[in-house]
């Protein structure tokens, strides 16, 4: 049934594409949600942070909101859902399974633990579902209405697992009126990006949209080693992705079915083993981004699928009774070398330190099958006159599968088996009211409960523990929020906020290499942030600022790596954040259009007692040390958790003939941020500043064409590392250039 499904799905899509290519016709879609502006004014901004639709401006939290041409140009080149990473205030995002496992962080709280049941800090909700398990979360980003963005706890109306955030994405939904689009692009390294999406009226009531992205890359990366088990070439992907959505529509009563499926067949991420030059965080000596040398296996691929409905029941005025319920799973197989090297420091002529060199080889991999249910009930009383009211119930339920291998050459060294369950429940409640014409109050509570069971067997390699053995994890929180909106003009409003967020029990349950089963306590977060957003000069400029500061006791963090491949799941007495977050959108002259974000965001971990194993592969670490030898963390930055962050676009355009001439750019910065708990010099990755410009020409029948470059300046930096065999690292994306071609209609 499930190859049933797939292939019905993928044969709509391609049914898509063919009817786009015969149907070329002058009308325009507008696909930004925004109201319409007068001449020279910015469009209005509506974003669902508060899960409904109101204007940016109005809604008391930090949020940005990705659409439009912009999301369209740095998603244009065939990268993945990390393409977000600095692209708002405060986000970074970064792996180190390639296309497969995104980390996010948002305000320096996030989670480095590569593990398949690593919780995360920060939630995705695709289409209105909460996706759990980090494979899961990068489903490609294609045909979408637009990104938002949430900064700090969202633990009311979005759940647990939100203390720093959430990153809301929303796929374009089915029209009454027929409308499609298309775009190709050929670029460097034979990298095709290629989207299609057609929408229309089936029947009175009922619509449809079916999308599809195809994104394939040759590989890039020579491997020098010829002897061993290693791909000759490396860094090349396949990826084909497509969702389809029926959508009924009458007298204020609403339902939309979709399912979605993605097919991966890709290199894993690419290991360097002696890629750092000892002593420094530069490149070593005879560093090459085109060339590596490893000899184990490497491989990944992932096939994911999903469906979700949101069925909503008008109960007069404005009120509403809304069922979501979705599932989503995945069934990922991923192989890395990951010593990153084919020459050993016991083996004469190789030296520790040397490019290509590790202290031992390691070469592991597995099967992941996540599979995940969840279920909400939600009523919305609307506008009451002054007052509005939500409440809802929500269960969550995942089962988590998955085989972790070693490998000694061919021979098979480590065999374990996972099994994980993940149960939530919570009920929430949430509310708002008008005291004033200017002022507004809203708050809200939730209450969840979490069970976790992980279960191991089978057998390990230089193994601590007895197999079998199973864990269990339990916590229950009640969260909140409130906060308050006053309304100095009509173009300017000030907020402040105060909020809780949940992050449950986990489990660490990797057996390997002498590691031992962890369990952490679930952590809380408290976050004060105040704020003002307004429209200035004739709604010809927008201006966001905020301030914030927040607190998470019992934090959760991973300390991966140190002497020996392994994690370990630790609780910090607490961490503290604070910083100031800035936007601004502006029409400065006729066909000129800016944005401007940034964000100065400290992060400090605060226990005295808190120690890590620093590395292995002899770094050069700046920590203090204990009588046992580990580093002492307390004061430390979080990992991965740069001080600043800022983005910024500029389009100009001009009229040529029956159509317009543009330039587009858009930048990206981060500064330096640690890769570990402990700071070694190496292990800081520098600041890195990435770029892109596209030209093109757009004309009155909406055809586009443009060439583009992304990474203008080329620059090359470590984003990542491993510690514990050599100097590791991991690198950004290389230099491409392109051209494109689009048509809507």
Not at 59 to 71: C, D, E, K, R, Y
Not at 172 to 179: E, G, M, S, W
Not at 556 to 575: C, E
Request: aromatic fraction near 10%.
């Amino acid at each position: 049934m499930k190859l049933s499904a797939r292939a019905a799905i993928l044969s709509a899509t391609g049914l898509a594409a063919t009817t786009l290519a015969l149907a070329a016709t002058p009308a325009f879609a507008q696909e930004a949600a925004s109201t319409t502006a007068g001449e020279g004014e910015l469009t209005e901004i509506f974003v669902t942070a508060s899960r409904r639709e109101e204007r940016a401006i109005d809604v008391p939290v930090a949020v940005t909101a990705i659409s439009g041409q912009a999301l369209d140009v740095i998603n244009s080149s065939g990268l993945d859902i990390r393409f977000l990473s600095g692209r708002t205030p405060s986000l970074n995002v970064e792996s180190s399974f390639g296309r497969t496992f995104p980390r996010f962080y948002i305000r320096g709280l996030g989670n480095t633990d590569f593990d398949p049941n690593a919780a995360q800090p920060v939630s995705v909700v695709y289409d209105d579902i909460a996706l759990e398990n980090p494979m899961l979360k990068s489903f490609p980003i294609f045909d979408v209405e637009s990104v938002e963005v949430l900064r700090g706890p969202q633990g009311t109306l979005f759940g647990r697992n939100t203390p720093a955030g959430v990153v809301k994405i929303d796929s374009a939904k089915p029209t009454d009126t027929l409308t499609g689009k298309f775009s190709g692009s050929y670029g460097t390294y034979n990298t095709i990006n290629m989207e299609a999406a057609i929408s229309g009226p089936i029947a009175d009531i009922v619509s449809f949209r079916v999308s599809g992205l195809v994104q394939r890359r040759s590989d890039w990366v020579k491997n020098l080693n010829t002897t061993g088990l290693a791909d000759r070439e490396l860094e090349g992907y396949e990826d084909i992705a497509t969702r389809a959505q029926i959508m009924l529509d009458s007298d204020g009563n609403s339902l939309l079915v979709s399912g979605h499926y993605r097919h991966l067949t890709a290199s894993p991420r690419v290991f360097r083993a002696g890629a750092i030059l000892p002593g420094s965080n530069e490149p070593n000596v005879g560093f090459d981004p085109e060339e590596v040398s490893l000899d184990g296996y490497t491989g990944q691929k992932m096939e994911q699928w999903g469906a979700n409905f949101r069925a909503s029941l008008g109960l007069g005025g404005d009120s509403t009774l809304s069922l979501i319920a979705g599932y989503e799973e995945a069934d990922v197989d991923s192989t890395g070398d990951i010593d990153g090297g084919s020459c050993y420091a016991f083996i004469p002529g190789c030296t520790l330190g040397d490019i290509h060199v590790g202290a031992f080889p390691v070469n592991t991999g597995g099967n992941t099958k996540p599979s995940e249910m969840s279920a909400e009930l939600r009523y919305d009383t609307g506008d009451l006159g002054g007052y509005r009211f939500q409440a809802g119930a929500y269960y969550f339920d995942q089962d988590l599968y998955y085989r972790e291998f070693a490998f000694d050459g061919t021979t098979i060294v480590s065999d374990v088996f996972h099994r994980n369950d993940n149960r939530n429940i919570g009920v929430f409640a949430a509310g708002e009211m008008s005291v004033t014409d200017r002022l507004t109050l809203r708050a809200g509570v939730r209450y969840s409960d979490d069970k976790k069971t992980d279960r191991i067997s089978g057998t390990a390699q230089f193994p601590a523990v007895t197999l079998p053995l199973s864990n269990t994890a339990k916590g229950d929180n009640i969260s909140w929020d409130v906060s308050a909106t006053f309304e100095v003009t009509p173009d300017t409003n000030l907020y402040a906020r105060v909020a809780t967020g949940y992050l449950g029990p986990a489990i660490q349950d990797r057996v390997n290499f002498g590691s031992i089963p962890t369990v952490a306590k679930e952590q809380t977060t408290i976050s004060g942030e105040a704020g003002i957003k307004s429209s200035l000069l004739g709604r010809r400029l927008r201006v966001d600022l905020t301030g914030y500061w927040w607190r998470t006791d019992d934090l959760q963090l991973t300390a991966v790596g140190g002497a020996a491949n392994s994690a370990r799941l630790i609780n910090a007495d607490h961490a503290v954040g604070y910083g100031l977050e800035g936007e601004l959108t502006a029409k400065p002259a006729a066909g000129l259009d800016l944005t401007l974000g940034g964000s100065w965001n400290f992060t400090e971990i605060r226990d005295p007692n808190l120690f890590i194993a620093p590395c292995g592969g002899g770094c050069t670490v700046t920590d203090p040390l204990n009588g046992a030898g580990l580093a002492i963390i307390d004061g430390n930055d979080l990992p991965q958790a740069p001080r600043y962050v800022a983005n910024a676009t500029l389009r100009y355009g001009v009229p040529v003939g029956a159509g317009e001439a543009y330039i587009f750019t858009d930048w990206a910065y981060r500064s330096g941020a640690n890769f570990f708990l402990y700071e070694a010099i190496e292990f800081r990755g520098d600041a890195l500043l990435e770029g892109g410009v596209r030209v093109g020409y757009i004309t009155d029948t909406n055809w586009e064409l443009a060439a583009f470059v992304r990474n203008v300046t080329d620059e090359i930096v470590f984003v990542s590392g491993i510690d514990f065999n050599n100097l590791t690292g991991m690198i950004n994306e290389p230099r491409t250039f392109g051209v494109e071609v689009r048509h809507s209609f």
